[in-house]
């Protein structure tokens, strides 16, 4: 069975959709999609099932509110089209009703019989006005409908207007199934909002909800998830503005990336009026989800995990929240930074240096009172390379018994604060 | 020196235990090897003026640093905040907040709410008195 779509919208985003409904998904002219059905009849408890799958889907895309939109479900794609011809809405015929239905229909429906694709616009206009010759001359002769024209002898039909009116016979007749080009989708995911309406943070978040509920559809039907967004926001006055989100965690959910979305975008200020946003998915990975046992929540709890680092991350920054990821550096502030995901600490020394808990980011610049004890620790020389000038570090200890962490810096010749020892 | 430590959680076990709200007073050391009794769960630091030193509480064996989630924020409000939502995630054994000023006490009442409801071990590090009615015997 074949389920044929036609609207005056661009399908292409929802034609992507549909890959999770069956993968033999077509392309006719602009704003028609035809999807078979019979590759997945047996799947999803059978092609209602399927059906009543796809339908659902067009309710992401908004398809149902467009008043032109014509659905048909016909045994063969080169009879939908014509099928289609004078339906409002939806035309969902049982198997084996189709050709009745055809073939009780005018003889100018010839004309919208499928055409073989992919053709070119110029063939397919010749294609057409062949076809609209021979029924305006077979009208003259008291043909009426198509099934008329199907009762004809083939060798009769060939003989008088040629090997084009057999094919177009057989075509009518079902013994000759037309070609159809595969639907290939773009590479990178993009939806438009346009912000006419658009005055507030709210507002904004409303609409990109539909837009990425309309995205996950996209991202289900190629199994893919999102690794990354950016989104260009097209100001009245000013350039264009563009915002990068790098996800920690692939994502498909809509709602988890709006969520993330409202932390991320919080303090974006527009200097001028907003025209549209475009938002794009660059980055994208294969979505393959795994079993999740019963008895061990722990793979639930680090995909929570990561979801909440995620948003985390969205709000104070990548370099504000995350785990401890250490690397090799000379200076005790570049010995680790945060990242995502938790990484491997590397064995501990045998004698570290003494260093305290809690430090101060970035390092501020202090005065050593009077009736301070000093007690110099490490001196640190490495990194010269990088402009950093050679430290020596002591532990200062306040009259009152507190003790702090600093060190000298030789080339601005001033003390610093770096941590204190609690 | 010393903190000024506020948790708040049911039922107190051993040490700080989950339950009401406990007031202790021990360096930070101390407060990291009594937060971090299970060594499955999740530690939530948050703070506006630094950060723990990761390198050192590895070094000295207190914690597991991959257990260890750690966030700098610019504002002490923004600490309340981050604060409230990891209590509200459920996912972290112990929330460590550090802010370098006290907040009102009706977000710090629902803190504690809470932590209750989520089991969560809320230990504040701060200066400021928290008032007494928060605190309940430990």
């Known amino acids: ?422 | 020196m010393v903190h000024t430590e506020v948790e708040i959680t049911r039922g107190k076990t051993s040490g700080i235990g989950r339950g009401g709200l406990v007031r202790l007073e021990k360096p930070l050391e101390e407060v990291f090897r009594a937060a971090a009794q299970s060594p499955d769960t999740f530690l939530f630091w948050a703070s506006d003026e630094g950060l723990l030193n990761a390198e050192a509480l590895h070094e000295r064996g207190l914690i597991s640093v991959e257990r260890l989630l750690l966030v700098k924020t610019q504002t002490p409000e923004d600490v309340w905040r981050v604060g409230q939502e990891a209590v509200e995630t459920a996912l972290f054994g112990g929330v460590l907040l550090k802010p370098s000023r006290l907040c009102a006490l009706g977000p710090l009442r629902k803190l504690q709410i809470t932590a209750e409801r989520t089991r969560t071990r809320v230990i504040l590090l701060t200066r400021d008195r928290v008032p007494h009615w928060l605190c309940k015997a430990g």
């Open chain 1, 1 to 422: 069975m074949i389920l044929y779509w036609n609207s005056e919208r661009a399908l292409g985003p929802f034609a992507e959709a549909c890959f999770c409904v069956t993968p033999r998904v077509f392309v006719g002219a602009p704003g028609e999609v035809f999807l078979d059905l019979a590759a997945t009849a047996k799947h999803w408890g059978g092609e209602d099932k399927v059906l009543e799958k796809a339908l659902r889907l067009a309710e992401a895309f908004e398809l149902d509110r467009d008043p032109r939109l014509r659905v048909v479900l016909s045994d063969r794609a080169e009879w939908a089209r014509p099928l289609a011809t004078g339906v409002s809405g939806q035309l969902l015929l049982k198997k084996g009703q189709s050709e009745a239905r055809l073939l009780a229909l005018p003889l100018a429906a010839l004309v919208d019989c499928a055409l073989p694709l992919p053709i070119s616009e110029t063939r397919a206009e010749e294609e057409r006005r062949g076809r609209a010759t021979l029924v305006a001359f077979l009208l003259k002769l008291g043909l009426k409908t198509l099934g008329d024209f199907a009762r004809l002898p083939p060798e009769t039909l060939g003989h008088r207007f040629g090997k084009e009116a057999v094919i177009w016979q057989a075509v009518v007749r079902g013994e000759r199934p037309c070609v159809l080009a595969p639907f290939v989708p773009k590479e990178v995911l993009e939806e438009r909002i346009e912000a006419d309406e658009i005055h507030s943070l709210e507002r904004l978040l409303e609409a990109l909800g539909r837009t990425f509920t309309r995205l996950e559809a996209r991202l289900r039907g190629r199994a893919l998830a999102a690794k990354a967004l950016r989104l260009e926001f097209a100001l009245e006055n000013d350039p264009p503005l563009t915002r990068s989100l790098v996800l920690i965690e692939p994502l498909q959910e809509s709602q988890a990336l709006v969520r993330l979305l409202r932390d991320f975008l919080r303090d974006t200020k527009w200097t001028s009026p907003l025209l549209s946003l475009v938002v794009k998915i660059p980055d994208v990975v294969s979505h393959a989800p795994g079993q999740l046992s019963l008895f061990d929540d722990g793979e639930q709890r680090a995909h929570e995990m990561a979801a909440y680092v995620a948003r985390l991350r969205a709000q104070v920054g990548d370099q504000g929240a995350g785990f401890a990821v250490f690397r090799e550096s000379h200076l005790p502030e570049q010995r680790w930074s945060l990242g995502w995901p938790p990484a491997p600490p590397p064995a501990r020394r045998a004698w570290p240096p003494e260093r305290p808990l809690f430090v101060y980011f970035p390092t501020r610049p202090c005065r050593i009172e009077a009736g301070w004890r000093l007690t110099l620790s490490e001196k640190l020389t490495g990194e010269w390379w990088n402009g950093v000038a050679p430290r020596q570090y002591a532990v200062a200890r306040a009259p009152d018994g507190s003790r702090f962490w600093v060190y000298w810096d030789e080339k601005r010749q001033e003390w610093f604060l770096q941590g204190v020892f609690e």
